[in-house]
């Protein structure tokens, strides 16, 4: 395990070489790829793919070599702080209002990943990416220790992980090495199992210990009574998926963002015939020509189907934008990044205003500001094409 830390660089610099060629722009199946890994064993995520994290790494190193000392939060501080992201999260998953997603805007690693898609962010965006950075130089990880809510959604899906860093409590000699070279600040020299959802897996402290064997990877250990008690607990959690998976199917949401090809496919066929009055799909929004009020953004355009690309809250946005008879008939987002549960609250509304309108400039969804911007900026943009 001497040279894990070898192998993680290694991994961690072709995974910012791959998020710079826009690996991450498609990510549906890395995405369910890393929840399944982090089930099972842990946020390998955060430890070993995340650029931002990297990049926290790479200056902490930088620090190291200017003789900077690091610095640890004290023990008493860390225990409040900790609660810091997680609480962070909770704003984020249940208040839908401006301004947290304005707070979100700010968010280093997501500006950072935009920042290597050359999507050069606001000056704010980067000033606040760039102190997380400098902080770095004195303290290993600060934006994941207290502000990634991302972590923290990771961090709470490991709790119940299989597969974790066991300490050995015969072997152990209470350096506190593997305290002291935690950047996630955990007090590794306590556990037996580690199950902290504050983990990254990047394995620092089976490198530290001088005694080979005290600490190790592999399934954890468990009396009996502890047995049971994990097992109630995750057969708890799994009801509780599945319960929200079968409600958000029986109203009609598809929490899985999974396409029905065929019912946009039916729905497209019958607009385009003028056989449709007026109907809607979570992700496709039509109206036949007959219902259209007065020549708009459409007015000039021949007769077809245009795309258009913007920037949403997550990344990259396409809006495909339907013209019949000089009048936009249909708004379609095929494809994006954003939450869903933001996205829907802007594409249940803005597409309807733009097709009645029949122009782009409507007003955002409160709430879903920059879900709203993107699929107003794609129809834009999808148009303005046109009529050059």
């Not at 109630?232 to 949401?253: E, K, P, Q, R, W």
Request: charged content about 20%; overall charge positive; glycine content about 6%.
């Amino acid at each position: 395990m001497k040279k894990i830390q070898k192998y993680r660089l290694v991994v961690q610099i072709l995974c910012l070489v791959l998020t710079i060629f826009g690996f991450f722009t498609n990510f549906k199946a890395t995405l369910l790829l890393i929840l399944g890994l982090t089930l099972l064993s842990g946020v390998f995520y955060c430890g070993w793919i995340c650029p931002y994290g990297f990049i926290q790494d790479l200056f902490s190193r930088v620090g190291r070599l200017l003789g900077i000392k690091k610095k640890k939060m004290p023990i008493f501080i860390q225990k409040v702080l900790v609660f810091s992201r997680y609480i962070l999260l909770a704003l984020v998953s249940l208040i839908g209002s401006d301004l947290i997603f304005n707070i979100m805007s700010f968010d280093p690693r997501i500006n950072f990943e935009k920042l290597l898609l050359s999507d050069i962010g606001t000056i704010g965006s980067i000033t606040v990416m760039l102190f997380f950075v400098f902080i770095a130089l004195f303290f290993d990880r600060p934006f994941c220790n207290y502000f990634c809510f991302e972590g923290a959604k990771f961090g709470l899906m490991s709790h119940f992980r299989v597969f974790t860093i066991k300490r050995d409590k015969s072997t152990c000699v209470n350096c506190k090495k593997c305290d002291m070279t935690c950047p996630m600040n955990i007090e590794v020299s306590k556990c037996t199992n580690l199950r902290s959802p504050q983990c990254i897996n990047c394995f620092k402290c089976i490198s530290s210990c001088p005694v080979k064997g005290t600490l190790t990877y592999g399934k954890a250990n468990m009396i009996q009574r502890e047995k049971k008690k994990y097992l109630a607990m995750l057969i708890s959690v799994f009801v509780l998926i599945g319960a929200f998976l079968v409600y958000n199917i029986y109203n009609g949401t598809n929490p899985l963002n999974l396409e029905n090809k065929h019912l946009s496919e039916s729905t497209s066929d019958k607009t385009m015939l003028g056989e449709t009055a007026s109907s809607k799909s979570n992700e496709f929004t039509v109206i036949s020509e007959e219902d259209s009020k007065s020549l708009g953004d459409g007015a000039g355009i021949a007769d077809g189907i245009y795309t258009g690309k913007s920037e949403g809250f997550r990344g990259p946005m396409t809006v495909q934008v339907t013209v019949k008879n000089e009048h936009i008939i249909a708004v379609e987002v095929i494809e994006h990044r954003d939450d869903r549960k933001w996205f829907n609250r802007a594409n249940n509304v803005i597409p309807d205003k733009i097709v009645n309108k029949q122009n782009a400039d409507v007003n955002a969804v409160s709430g879903a500001t920059y879900s709203s911007r993107g699929i107003i900026d794609g129809v834009k943009n999808a148009l303005k094409k046109q009529n050059k």
